[in-house]
């Protein structure tokens, strides 16, 4: 069986790497984000009253 060379390891690597990382950008940045509604009520925070 052939061997690769050192510098073909290396080309292949980077390859894979580029596009490991164009996967995850392209992932990152094509989701459209969620829209938040502006009838939502913010909840209201009850006030607490504490026993001793």
Do not use: D, R, V
Request: no cysteine.
């Amino acid at each position: 069986m052939p061997q690769m060379a050192p510098l073909l390891w290396l080309n292949l690597f980077f390859m894979f790497l580029i596009g490991f990382i164009l996967f995850f950008i392209m992932n990152y940045f094509l989701k459209m984000p969620l829209k938040i509604s502006p009838l939502m009520k913010p909840s209201s925070q009850s006030q607490k009253y504490w026993k001793w």
